[in-house]
């Protein structure tokens, strides 16, 4: 029988690269999105329109526990990726409020409707290395004790608890995947990476010349998110349930990426790159650094795409972009 996914956040990067490596598994993929993305097709689903007509997409909130049963007991979906939430951790610290509502309340109305109505689905939640925030040992792992320091943190760990609980209490198939940053050319302009390659593409075409950013000091471990969505599935399949750390190894700091970045463009970051303190976090997590080896050894997973090739992708993927929309 053809395997049904259902994926929350299926507009954004993740939801889109696992989208279309489940379509390569021949699975019925679905996806839940906001009524209004559905009245913004150009601007919200951008990142699957090539595949829409091999998808279900089906309009729902996770603000509301009816819409959520409603879906899943229409579709019965063999597995639910949950990807969706306010992710931006800087934005957290200005709506803390939404932030843990809309993060914690909707895992929960989640877990709770597959308990109610699809106990035999197989539930992924996205946690992350934010949950690590000021860590406590180095490098990270499944055991190494969370410190958050945002509210998007604490609505992570929130998630990942209430996942465990709910397959500890009810004996439900959950997951968290405690994926460490994934990038890519589909990543949200927002983030530090996105705004490097785009801001160096600005710059190599001449349409700008400055990139204002905040603490060039952090660091983190970044992988590609085509090769991360791979390990999501993968912990769908095994005979256990169990949470994973899904990193690369290796850390770079915001200085390293943004310093690669404009030598792929022929260009020295130092004549570029200012520091606006405005840009700095009230409180920030300075480092993160993953260790993946249960990931390697259970789920026979590791990254594939380097940090080099990362950052080349978005780089002249932005540069085409922009040359290709006439600037
Ligand atoms: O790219 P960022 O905004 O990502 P952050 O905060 O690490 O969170 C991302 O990864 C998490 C996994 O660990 C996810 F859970 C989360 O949803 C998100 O995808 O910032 C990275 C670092 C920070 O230390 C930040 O202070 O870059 C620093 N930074 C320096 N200048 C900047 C900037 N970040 C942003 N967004 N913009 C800047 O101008």
């Known amino acids: 029988m053809r395997k049904v996914a259902l994926i929350t956040g299926i507009t954004g990067q993740d939801g889109s690269y696992l989208a279309e490596f489940l379509i390569k598994k021949k699975y019925q993929v679905h996806g839940i999105v906001r009524r209004v993305a559905l009245e913004d097709r150009s601007h919200r689903l951008w990142r699957i329109k090539h595949i829409l007509k091999k998808i279900h997409i089906h309009a729902a909130s996770l603000e509301s526990y009816a819409s959520l049963v409603k879906i899943i007991q229409k579709i019965k979906p063999t597995e639910i990726y949950h990807l969706a939430a306010q ?3 800087d934005y957290s610290f200005r709506d803390e409020f939404s932030t843990l509502n809309t993060n914690i309340n909707g895992t929960h109305y989640l877990l709770s409707a597959v308990k109610d109505f699809s106990p035999k689905t197989k ?3 996205a946690g992350s290395s934010e949950m690590f925030g000021k860590v406590q040992q180095v490098p990270q ?3 190494t004790p969370f410190y958050p320091r945002s ?7 929130t998630g990942h608890d209430l996942t465990r609980n709910y397959r500890e209490a009810y004996n439900l198939f959950c997951c968290t995947g405690i994926l460490f940053n994934h990038e890519s050319p589909r990543r949200g302009f927002e983030f530090v990476t996105r705004k490097i390659s785009h ?3 600005k710059i190599k075409l001449g349409i700008e010349k400055k990139l204002m950013l905040g603490n060039l000091d952090a660091k983190r471990d970044w992988g590609h998110a085509r090769d991360y969505v791979e390990a999501m599935w993968k912990m769908l399949q095994k005979k256990r349930p169990d949470d ?3 990193s690369t190894g290796k850390q770079h700091s915001v200085r390293e990426f943004a310093k690669l970045a404009f030598a792929v463009a022929g260009l020295d970051y130092k004549k570029h790159v200012f520091v606006d303190k ?7 997590v300075n480092t993160l650094l993953g260790n993946y080896s249960k990931a390697r050894r259970i789920l026979k997973w590791k990254p594939r795409i380097s940090f080099k090739h990362l950052v080349k992708d978005m780089v002249e993927s932005d540069i085409k972009s922009i040359i290709k929309s006439g600037y």
């Open 244 to 246: 994973f750390v899904v």
């Open 123 to 125: 539930f992924y939640f």
């Open 199 to 201: 801001g160096v593409a």
């Open 87 to 89: 992710s931006y951790v």
């Open 141 to 143: 792992n499944e055991k």
């Open 151 to 157: 509210a998007y943190g604490i609505s992570k760990v």
């Open 278 to 284: 405005n840009l700095f976090r009230p409180a920030e």
